[in-house]
C-alpha cells in the first residue's frame, strides 16, 4: 500500500527541511493507514479525556460553587471568561495534583490544585494569568499550586508579556507547612525578577491573606472588588489575640481601607465583572512589556483640537479651586482616562490617558483638594506612577497647580521629607519624554518637584495665569516687609508690586525655565506636537548597579 506523506511546510530550517534532504530521523507521518486504535477505543479514550476535563472545570462541587455564587462572586473560570476575549483561553496544568499526604490529604485531590492557569488574549493583545479557585480547599497555596504559578510567571516573561494574577484564597495550605511558604518564595522572587520587565496586575476578588498579600504587593497594579474583598497580613482572630483589638475583616483590610487609607490598592470596583472589564480597559493601556513601547490605537479624535472652555478654566481668585480632571478630560484622546488610586491622596491625580492614540501617563494636582499641595500620600502616588511610566516607556504629561509641600508637625512626623524626595527622585530619573504645563501656582520646592525643566522637563510650557515663585504673595511680602506689617498701605503696595512682578509666568520664561506661554485652549494640540517631537527621546544615564531611592 503507498502511503501519502503529508506536505511539509517550510524550506530551510527545522525538521521539514531534513525531511527535504532525505534524512530520516523521525517516522513518516502518514494518512490512509489501518486505523489501529479502531473506532470505539478511541471515542472511549476521547470520552475519558473529557470526563476528566469536566472534573477538573467542576472545581470543588457543585455546592461549593453555589456557595461562591451566594456570596456574590463568580467562579475562578468565570471570571477567566470575562477578562479574556472570548474563546481565546488556553489553560495549563488542568490535571495537576497535590502531593501531600499529611492530615489525609491524599484521600482529597482536586484536579488543578486550587488555581486556574494559562493564557488568552484582551484586545487581541497576549496576556498570561493565574485565577485562584476558593472553591478547591480555599484557594490555598500548595507545592504545586505555587508550581502552576511559577510556571506561567516563566512563560510570561519569556514570552515578555502582561500578567495578571486574580485572588480568591485562604493563604498558605495549611496542610503543607514549609512546602506552601517555599512556594510562596519562588512566586515573590519572580514578581520582583519581573518588576518593570512585564506589566504585573493582581485584582483581589475575595479573601486575600498571609502570603497570598505579598505577591499582590510587589506587582504593578492591585484593583480589589467592593465587600467581598479584603487584603491583611493576619486576619481579625490574630489581631485580637496579639493586640486586643476587635476588628472586622472589612475595616482591617477591604477595599474602602485599602484604597482610601493604606494605599495599597490602585482602585475598586462594584463587583467581580464590572472589575474584570475595567481590568480589559487597564490592559488596552498599557505596553506588552518594557521594550515594546506604549501602545498605539487608532483615534478619531483630531490631535489638534481646540477648547475653548480651557480658558475659563481657572478662576480669577487665586485661591478659587477648580477641577484638574476636567483638563486631563478635555487634553486626552475622546475624554478617556483611566485614574490610578482616585480614591487615596486626592490632591494628586494619576492615571492613563492617550494622547494622538497612544498611552501617555497623566500626573496633576488637584486643587480641589486641600488646594492641591503636596504631602507624604501624594508624593508617594505620584512617585509611584511616574516610576511606572517610566520603566514601560509611557510619556508623562505633567500639569502643575502646587501652593507647596503642606507643613506641619504631622507631615514632619511622618517623613515629608523621604516622601516628597521619592517623587523629586522618580521624575529626575526619569527618561521618557516629560511635558509638562503650569496652569496656575508652582511655588517653592513644588515647583522643582513638579517636572521643572531643572529636573528633566523635556518641554515645559505656562498658561497665562501661571505663578512661579518661592510663596504666595502674603508670604513673601510679610517675610521680606516684616518692618513695614503694621502699615496696611505699604504692605498692600508691597503685595500689588511682588504680584506684578513675580507672579506670572514671566519671569521663568525670561530665563527659559518655561519654553512658552501658551493659550489654554490649545494645549491638546501643544501636548501632542511636543510628544510627536519627543519620540524618538534617548537619554543614556551613568552604569550603576541600581539606584536608592529614598524609600
Ligand atoms: C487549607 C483552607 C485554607 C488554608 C481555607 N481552607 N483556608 N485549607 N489551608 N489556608 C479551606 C477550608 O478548610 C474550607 O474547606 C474551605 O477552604 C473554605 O474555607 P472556609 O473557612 O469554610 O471559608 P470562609 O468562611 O469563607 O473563610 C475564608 C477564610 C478562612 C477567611 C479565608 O478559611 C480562613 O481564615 N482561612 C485560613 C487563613 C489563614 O490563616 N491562612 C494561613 C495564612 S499564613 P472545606 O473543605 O470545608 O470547603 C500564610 C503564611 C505564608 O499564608 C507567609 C509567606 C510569606
Not at 498599557?286 to 513601547?293: R, V
Given at each position: 500500500m503507498r502511503h501519502r506523506s503529508l506536505p511539509l511546510k517550510g524550506g530551510g530550517s527545522g525538521w521539514g527541511s531534513s525531511y527535504a534532504r532525505g534524512r530520516r530521523t523521525r517516522p513518516m507521518l502518514s494518512l490512509g493507514?489501518?486505523?489501529?486504535?479502531?473506532q470505539g477505543r478511541m471515542k472511549d479514550i476521547l470520552d475519558k479525556l473529557e470526563k476528566r476535563r469536566a472534573q477538573a472545570r467542576d472545581g470543588g462541587g457543585k455546592a461549593r460553587i453555589e456557595a461562591q455564587h451566594g456570596k456574590g462572586k463568580l467562579t475562578a473560570r468565570e471570571r477567566i471568561e470575562l477578562l479574556?476575549?472570548?474563546?481565546s483561553f488556553e489553560e495549563f496544568d488542568m490535571f495537576v495534583e497535590h502531593r501531600s499526604a499529611e492530615f489525609?490529604?491524599?484521600?482529597t485531590k482536586i484536579p488543578g490544585d486550587g488555581v486556574v492557569t494559562g493564557w488568552g488574549t484582551v484586545n487581541g493583545r497576549t496576556v498570561y494569568l493565574f485565577s485562584k479557585d476558593f472553591t478547591v480547599f480555599g484557594g490555598s497555596l500548595s507545592e504545586t499550586h505555587a508550581q502552576k504559578i511559577t510556571k506561567v510567571q516563566d512563560m510570561a516573561m519569556r514570552a515578555r508579556a502582561p500578567i495578571v494574577g486574580l485572588f480568591d484564597a485562604g493563604g498558605a495550605r495549611i496542610q503543607e507547612g514549609v512546602a506552601a511558604l517555599g512556594g510562596y518564595g519562588e512566586v515573590f522572587k519572580r514578581n520582583v525578577i519581573a518588576s518593570g520587565v512585564i506589566p504585573q496586575i493582581s485584582v483581589i476578588m475575595g479573601p486575600c491573606a498571609g502570603g497570598d498579600v505579598y505577591s499582590p504587593a510587589m506587582t504593578d497594579f492591585i484593583f480589589m472588588v467592593r465587600d467581598t474583598s479584603y487584603m491583611f497580613v493576619t486576619g481579625p482572630d490574630v489581631v485580637k489575640t496579639v493586640t486586643n483589638e476587635v476588628v472586622t475583616a472589612e475595616e482591617l483590610g477591604g477595599a474602602s481601607v485599602h484604597t482610601?487609607?493604606?494605599?495599597?490598592?490602585?482602585g475598586a470596583f462594584e463587583n467581580d465583572v464590572e472589575c474584570l472589564l475595567q481590568m480589559r480597559r487597564l490592559i488596552d493601556f498599557?505596553?506588552?512589556?518594557?521594550?515594546?513601547?506604549a501602545p498605539d490605537w487608532p483615534t478619531q479624535d483630531d490631535a489638534d483640537r481646540e477648547d475653548k472652555s480651557l480658558d475659563t478654566l481657572v478662576p480669577e481668585n487665586p485661591n478659587k479651586p477648580y477641577d484638574i480632571k476636567e483638563l486631563i478630560l478635555k487634553v486626552a484622546d475622546e475624554a478617556d482616562f483611566f485614574e490610578i488610586?482616585?480614591?487615596?491622596?486626592?490632591n494628586m491625580v494619576t492615571g492613563f490617558g492617550r494622547i494622538a492614540g497612544r498611552t501617555t501617563g497623566f500626573v496633576a494636582n488637584q486643587p480641589m483638594v486641600l488646594a492641591g499641595v503636596l504631602d507624604s500620600d501624594a508624593s508617594r502616588k505620584a512617585a509611584r506612577f511616574v516610576r511606572f511610566c517610566d520603566a514601560f516607556n509611557i510619556p508623562i504629561v505633567t500639569f502643575v497647580d502646587v501652593p507647596g509641600f503642606l507643613p506641619g508637625t504631622a507631615q514632619e512626623y511622618g517623613g515629608l521629607i523621604k516622601h516628597g524626595a521619592k517623587l523629586l527622585f522618580a521624575y529626575s530619573q526619569a527618561t521618557v519624554p516629560l511635558v509638562t504645563v503650569i496652569t496656575r501656582k508652582a511655588f517653592g520646592g513644588a515647583y522643582d518637584v513638579m517636572a521643572s525643566k531643572h529636573i528633566g522637563g523635556d518641554l515645559n510650557y505656562a498658561w497665562p495665569t501661571a505663578q512661579i515663585a518661592v510663596m504666595g504673595a502674603k508670604g513673601a511680602v510679610e517675610i521680606i516687609f516684616r518692618a513695614d506689617i503694621g502699615d496696611k498701605a505699604k504692605i498692600a503696595a508691597r503685595t500689588k508690586e511682588y504680584e506684578d512682578r513675580f507672579l506670572s509666568p514671566f519671569v521663568a520664561a525670561e530665563r527659559g525655565y518655561i519654553d512658552d506661554v501658551i493659550m489654554p485652549h490649545q494645549t491638546r494640540r501643544r501636548i501632542a506636537r511636543a510628544l510627536a517631537m519627543l519620540r524618538g527621546k534617548k537619554v543614556e544615564m551613568p552604569w550603576r548597579k541600581h539606584d536608592n531611592l529614598p524609600v
Open positions: 493507514q489501518p486505523d489501529s486504535l479502531g479574556l476575549d472570548k474563546g489525609g490529604m491524599e484521600k482610601t487609607k493604606s494605599g495599597v490598592a490602585d498599557l505596553p506588552a512589556n518594557n521594550a515594546s513601547g488610586s482616585a480614591a487615596y491622596a486626592k
